[in-house]
C-alpha cells in the first residue's frame, strides 16, 4: 500500500539556520504531495504541494522539489524563524486505483527552532 | 470564511458512555473524512465519506460509525468509548475524491480522553 516515511525527529535549530526534513514515498502511479504544518494546540495547515514529477511547492519561504527517481519530497527552509516552530506532516494521494482520495501521512516531524 | 468546523474541542468521559464528535464544512466539498492523531503514529484515517449516504471504512474503523445524511455534515459516533479511544481527532474535507491534487480541508481538532 501507499505509505510516508519522514526522517526521525524532533529536530533543534538556531533562528536563521537552514532546515531540511526529509520526505520519501512509495505508491504505485504518480501520486500528489504535501506538507501540512500543525501550530501547537492548532489543526493542519497546508503548507505546500507538487502534483507532479519536477514540481516546485514553495510557500513561506519553505520549498520542496517533487523527485520521482528518488520517490522523495524533502523539506527546505533557508532560515527558520521562531515563529516556524511546529510539527510537519508529509503526505500524498495516490491518482486512481482504490485509495479514494485517501491522504497518506508520515509520521510527522516536531521542529523546535531557539533565538 | 471556509471551513471545516469540529464541535467540541474537548472532551472527557467515562469507558461505555457513548459519544458524538459533530464535524461540518461549508465549502460544498463531496468527501469528507474522520482521521485520529497518535504520538509516533502520525494521523490514520478512521472512516470517509464519497458522498451522501456513501461511507468506508479506513485504516482504523473499529469502534467508530459515521453517517452522511447532509453533505454538509459528518458526525463521528462512539457507541462505547474505551481507554485507546483516546486521542486527537481531525474531520478533513476535499471537493472530491478523484481530485488528488487539492489536498485536504481540516477542522481545528477534537482532543478525547476516556477514563
Known amino acids: 500500500g501507499d505509505s510516508v516515511t519522514q526522517m526521525e525527529g524532533p529536530v533543534t535549530l538556531s533562528e536563521e539556520a537552514f532546515l531540511t526534513i526529509n520526505c520519501t514515498y512509495t505508491?504505485?502511479?504518480?501520486?500528489?504531495l504535501f506538507w501540512y504544518v500543525q501550530y501547537p494546540g492548532e489543526g493542519l495547515q497546508l503548507l505546500l504541494k507538487?502534483?507532479?514529477?519536477?514540481d516546485k511547492g514553495s510557500n513561506k519561504g519553505f520549498e520542496a522539489t517533487y523527485r520521482k527517481e528518488t520517490t522523495s519530497f524533502h523539506l527546505e527552509k533557508g532560515s527558520v524563524q521562531v515563529s516556524d516552530s511546529a510539527v510537519y506532516f508529509c503526505?500524498?494521494?495516490?491518482?486512481?486505483?482504490?485509495?479514494?482520495?485517501?491522504?497518506?501521512f508520515g509520521q510527522g516531524t516536531i521542529l523546535t527552532v531557539h533565538p | 470564511e471556509a471551513q471545516v468546523t469540529q464541535n467540541p474541542r474537548y472532551l472527557i468521559t467515562v469507558t461505555g458512555k457513548k459519544l458524538t464528535v459533530t464535524c461540518s464544512q461549508n465549502?460544498?466539498?463531496?468527501?469528507m473524512s474522520w482521521y485520529r492523531q497518535d504520538p509516533g503514529l502520525g494521523l490514520r484515517q478512521i472512516y470517509y465519506?464519497?458522498?451522501?449516504?456513501?461511507?468506508d471504512k479506513g485504516d482504523v474503523p473499529e469502534g467508530y460509525k459515521v453517517s452522511r445524511k447532509e453533505k454538509r455534515n459528518f458526525p463521528l459516533i462512539l457507541e462505547s468509548p474505551s481507554p485507546n479511544q483516546t486521542s486527537l481527532y481531525f474531520c478533513?474535507?476535499?471537493?472530491?475524491?478523484?481530485?488528488?491534487?487539492?489536498?485536504?480541508?481540516f477542522g481545528s481538532g477534537t482532543r478525547l480522553t476516556v477514563v
Open positions: 505508491a504505485t502511479g504518480y501520486p500528489s
Open positions: 507538487a502534483t507532479k514529477a519536477d
Open positions: 465519506s464519497m458522498n451522501v449516504e456513501v461511507t
Open positions: 478533513a474535507s476535499s471537493p472530491h475524491s478523484g481530485d488528488s491534487g487539492y489536498g485536504y480541508t
Open positions: 465549502m460544498n466539498h463531496e468527501y
Open positions: 503526505a500524498l494521494i495516490a491518482a486512481g486505483g482504490t485509495s479514494y482520495g485517501k491522504l497518506t
